[in-house]
């Protein structure tokens, strides 16, 4: 159990000790800091720990965000501060500080009495914050917006404090800040007016979001099942269940947001099932098509592959940009003027594809149309989002003034997903005449995909996949610091997939595009991973995985030799055993990751897009 220590002087009538143990804390009371500095050394050091001022004032749902969420080692707000594990020893030496400056000067030669923001208030509180800080601690500081919390003064300071706290709804704003605060047109107006009063319900029933976001998941896989039978009626249930798991899908994160429920295996599920539902419903439209007469295997992938390319755009121009310097552009400027305009904020978002309106697309065109309609929709819906975005953002990178750090070009570099054979090879170019990585990355991608349409399964395909990998080391040979080096990553995910669909495709087997299916959506998992592993700060997937599996350019050389050695039945085979043993590994090496120690406690919504 958590432990709250009280500092100060009980102040008659106060409801703190309550608010704390009602948000679970164990609560003990301290006259000075000698005396906490004795009780917080009574506190087990794997328990969470936290210093209330007696005098604090304030709503409990601001307590609540500064003493329990689980993602930071050190929290305060006005007047408390709390401190995890990994923040204990920080904690420690901070009030070791104030104890032995009580004296005279506080820590780092500063007066010591320490004023707070409300009166003339001497809160042991927010004097040890004030020593994080000097320390250089990082301190998380929650947003509280309309909440109060402050320590008093005086009488009559603490009586408009108390009124102030009567004047705001601690659940309305509760309920309010469970929503994220940007999302699309659908999921903003047709969702989440009722699906925070859903998270509500499941926190008070004691659901943890994992348990949503797992029912979120079998409802998609339902859905999915439902649309492989080919039926009218199974059609318009699958479209039901959709918009239904999406609904769940909501719900989870509102529920972290609203119960500050966030987990390391919370970020994996929430991370990989969104990609997980939609690629297996993908797959069920086609076997129901299929049971109708239709082949439409080719377009299921073909979705798969937009989308995937699409989110590695986001991925890699997010991470390109993260910590540039000079980030400004005369095309960021004026996108932050038509944000000012309420309309094109919303229809900016729509066109863009968003997860809510593409879910509800496909819900609406599976029940009323056909597989076939549904994925022309898609396709064509997904490609102009592609087109709009990333001419927008290579349009933003050619006009700004931006030196990219370190970290954005090892992070380009572990999207780039370089197995060994494009590492060997940069090696020994590195250093050797121009480097232009994205026309190199372009070049090897119409090489090798011109290659599989024209030839098909056959030696001069290999040759073009032999020339893609010598051009992907040059792309991956130097640091990937310049203006459109972000293209690389995805020019990367669509060579190796359109090789793969092109191959099965021109193998003119039945099971042959299923099985390159198979083998796209469990190479896009791992490519998913690696985007999560570097959000959350834990470095990207390890190399002994990236090599197992081939890297992206000795997958490509491995099916287009699988493709010319085999005949069309064998090659379906080879098709099948890759994608089982790629998922395997993956899947085995990403679990073990995600349910580690060391894996990131973040917990997010979904992709917009």
């Not at 989308?307 to 552009?329: G, I, L, M, P």
């Not at 055993?577 to 997010?604: K, N, Q, T, Y």
Request: glycine share 10%; charged share 15%; proline share 5%.
């Amino acid at each position: 159990m958590p432990t709250a220590i009280l500092t100060g002087q009980p102040v008659p009538g106060s409801s703190i000790e309550g608010d704390l143990r009602s948000l679970g804390f164990d609560v003990r009371q301290a006259a000075d800091a000698a005396d906490t500095a004795e009780l917080l050394a009574g506190v087990p050091a794997r328990e969470r720990v936290a210093l209330v001022d007696a005098g604090f004032v304030g709503h409990v749902h601001a307590l609540r965000l500064g003493l329990t969420d689980p993602r930071f080692p050190l929290a305060a707000i006005p007047g408390a501060l709390t401190a995890q594990a990994a923040g204990r020893p920080a904690l420690i030496r901070a009030l070791a500080h104030e104890n032995s400056a009580s004296g005279g000067t506080a820590h780092g030669g500063a007066p010591a009495r320490a004023k707070s923001s409300v009166g003339d208030v001497d809160s042991l509180a927010d004097r040890v914050v004030t020593a994080l800080d000097t320390d250089g601690e990082g301190v998380h500081r929650p947003e509280l917006g309309s909440l109060v919390a402050e320590v008093p003064a005086d009488p009559q300071a603490r009586n408009e404090a108390r009124q102030a706290v009567a004047a705001v709804d601690d659940e309305a704003v509760r309920l309010k800040s469970a929503v994220k605060a940007r999302d699309g047109f659908f999921t903003t107006f047709c969702i989440s007016p009722y699906s925070r009063y859903l998270a509500r319900w499941c926190a008070r029933r004691g659901l943890t979001p994992n348990q949503v976001t797992t029912a979120s998941l079998i409802t998609a896989l339902i859905a999915a099942g439902c649309a492989a039978t080919g039926t009218r009626g199974g059609f318009v249930a699958a479209g039901v269940l959709l918009i239904a798991s999406f609904v769940l899908d909501c719900t989870d994160g509102q529920l972290a947001r609203y119960s500050l429920q966030y987990s390391t295996l919370g970020a994996w599920l929430d991370a990989t099932f969104d990609r997980i539902k939609e690629y297996a419903y993908y797959a069920g439209l086609a076997l129901g098509a299929a049971r109708g007469g239709d082949d439409v295997w080719a377009l299921a992938l073909g979705a798969m592959i937009l989308q995937t390319c699409r989110h590695v755009v986001d991925f890699s121009f997010n991470e390109a940009n993260h910590d540039a310097t000079a980030n400004t552009s005369p095309t960021a400027a004026l996108s932050d003027r038509l944000d000012s305009v309420g309309w094109t904020v919303w229809v900016r978002r729509m066109i863009v594809l968003p997860i809510g309106e593409r879910w509800a697309m496909i819900a609406v065109l599976t029940a009323a149309t056909t597989p076939r309609i549904t994925f022309y929709a898609l396709t064509a819906g997904c490609a102009f989002a592609a087109t709009y975005t990333t001419a927008g953002r290579v349009l933003r990178s050619v006009t700004r003034k931006a030196r990219r750090t370190d970290r954005a070009a090892q992070a380009l570099a572990d999207l780039t997903d370089s197995g060994p054979l494009a590492q060997g090879v940069a090696r020994i170019v590195r250093g050797k005449g121009a480097h232009l990585a994205p026309l190199s990355a372009a070049g090897g991608v119409v090489l090798v995909v011109a290659g599989a349409l024209v030839w098909g399964p056959g030696w001069w395909t290999v040759l073009m996949a032999a020339a893609y990998t010598l051009l992907s080391a040059e792309a991956v040979s130097r640091p990937l610091k310049g203006a459109l080096d972000w293209l690389v990553p995805p020019l990367f995910r669509a060579g190796e997939y359109l090789t793969v669909l092109i191959l099965a495709a021109k193998s003119e087997v039945n099971g042959a595009l299923p099985a390159a299916f198979g083998l796209v959506a469990a190479v896009a998992y791992h490519h998913y991973d690696t985007v999560y592993r570097i959000r959350g700060n834990a470095g990207a997937s390890p190399a002994w995985l990236v090599r197992a599996v081939g890297g992206q350019e000795g997958r490509t050389l491995l099916v287009a030799v699988l493709a010319a050695l085999l005949t069309a039945p064998q090659f379906e085979v080879a098709l099948t055993v890759l994608a089982v043993a790629v998922a395997l590994v993956v899947l085995v090496e990403s679990i073990r990751f995600w349910v580690s120690a060391g894996a990131p406690a973040v917990h997010d919504e979904g992709e917009p897009a």
